[in-house]
């Protein structure tokens, strides 16, 4: 490819798929501005909505489409686009972290797939290239990553892990990412447990708190259900595979997606257990790759690789890409009791605020608040730790929800000793240790377990000498 070339008119779709979406995040503001605002004369408004919002939205998708350009070359990929102001944007191939290959369901009849690249560092750039054939999508794949195309796997060479249907749906289960909406719609379980009494019979209405009660938990099972629903459509079905010196996760039912990482880009590796999880026996390990520039401090918000519900015996092959073989069992090290002291100390003044505010209200049931958060805050000093099993350090978050972060320290770009006033005068100090993925930040340590996890550290990334990119 040496001439610059436009996108298929079918990519026209994933542009309008993208203004759907953002017209769709202004709607709870456009509703609620109505609802709250008053004198809005809303036949006005949504006849306006239906008649411009679409002349709209397809008039950007053709506009998007009509000047969106790129160019592939010998290690690097172009791209321009823009009518009144154009960007061009140029990515080296040396700066490519994940390439993804996914297949949205309004492509599967024309065979077409869109092609995400996800670029490394503080400048990190993601380019999307929408209605490409699969050889379009395999042959910019391999420019970018300086190899032959991709040739189907070989049957004689089984994946790192398949995941079955009840797995998947374990762990939408265990990890219900929709129930953060029972929040957002706590301004509505008054006008919720209205229209639920309206349904059942009016024996049943002096229930009272138990009719919002049980309203509650009839949404948080609805919830569950869409929650395993969306896992079994995103990850279903599930592979993983080692391509050469590859990691390629795919799966997905209505947009199939391929995602495909290097093994060198790998900066840790998460070993996390839910509650739920751990009343199934079940783990999730999580790749985190160098992290997105956009992505601030945020890893994950970086395309990673996630295999789901793994069963105890089933963690020793995927560990052993983070260099080891099983979870550690020695006890981890804990930060000084005085950590927790400090931690419970400056929370109390927010405690004595809040439960003095709630009392009038509540009584003494605002008395709890101030046990429960201490409670919680031990339960968080006593989740932290580190350890240093072999040649790799262990850090671990969480006692109910655990994480266990695996890094080698091959991947270490920075290690910073803090020590505050207090700290100096108890001979402690803290660290914080930086990745291509984020930092990992290790508080209150003794000041002797710290200078020695620093050295070690530090020689041991000399030593092992390995690109952290």
Not at 110 to 139: C, F, M, P, R, V
Request: aromatic content about 12%.
């Amino acid at each position: 490819m040496i001439h610059w070339q436009r996108l298929s008119p079918w990519s026209v779709f994933f542009f309008l798929v993208i203004q759907l979406g953002a017209w769709a995040r202004a709607v709870p503001a456009i509703f609620a501005a109505g609802v709250y605002g008053g004198g809005a004369n809303w036949s006005r408004v949504t006849l306006a909505v239906l008649i411009l919002a679409p002349l709209a939205m397809m008039g950007s998708a053709l506009v998007s489409w009509w000047r969106f350009f790129y160019l592939v070359k010998p290690g690097r990929l172009e791209i321009r686009q823009g009518l009144l102001f154009t960007k061009h944007l140029e990515i080296p191939a040396q700066r490519v972290q994940n390439i993804e290959i996914s297949q949205p369901f309004y492509y599967l009849p024309l065979g077409l797939y869109n092609l995400t690249i996800e670029t490394a560092g503080a400048s990190g750039q993601e380019a999307k290239l929408a209605a490409l054939t699969e050889q379009q999508a395999d042959a910019i794949k391999a420019a970018l990553l300086g190899e032959a195309p991709a040739q189907a796997p070989s049957l004689d060479t089984p994946p790192l892990l398949t995941r079955s249907t009840s797995d998947i749906l374990i762990y939408g289960f265990c990890h219900n990412h929709l129930t953060w909406l029972l929040v957002l719609l706590a301004p509505f379980y008054d006008n919720f447990g209205k229209w639920l009494g309206n349904l059942l019979s009016a024996e049943v209405l002096h229930l009272g708190w138990r009719l919002y009660l049980l309203g509650f938990v009839m949404l948080a099972l609805i919830l569950t259900v869409l929650s395993m629903a969306a896992a079994w459509l995103i990850y279903a079905p599930y592979r993983l595979e080692q391509q050469d010196q590859r990691l390629v996760q795919s799966g997905g039912i209505i947009t199939h997606r391929q995602l495909a990482m290097k093994r060198r880009r790998l900066q840790w590796l998460v070993a996390s257990q839910s509650l739920l999880d751990r009343l199934f026996g079940r783990w999730v390990l999580t790749f985190y790759p160098v992290k997105d520039g956009k992505a601030g401090k945020d890893p994950g918000k970086s395309q990673k690789l996630l295999a789901p519900a793994l069963r105890p015996g089933e963690l020793a092959p995927l560990l052993a890409l983070g260099g080891t073989k099983a979870l550690p069992q020695a006890p981890y090290s804990r930060p000084s009791p005085f950590y927790l002291r400090r931690l419970l100390v400056w929370s109390s003044l927010p405690l004595l605020a809040a439960t003095l505010s709630l009392w009038h209200q509540f009584g003494a049931l605002a008395g709890l608040l101030w046990p429960l958060a201490w409670a919680a805050i031990t339960m968080h000093w006593l989740g932290c730790g580190w350890q240093v099993n072999g040649n790799r350090l262990w850090v671990r978050r969480g006692l109910v929800n655990v994480r266990q972060y695996l890094l080698k320290p091959a991947k270490v770009q920075r290690v910073t000793l803090s020590q505050s006033p207090g700290q100096r005068r108890r001979h402690l100090a803290s660290l914080s240790i930086s990745t291509g993925a984020g930092n990992l930040n290790l508080p209150w340590l003794a000041l002797d377990e710290a200078c020695y996890l620093r050295d070690w550290l530090l020689a041991e990334a000399q030593q092992q000498a390995d690109d952290w990119l």
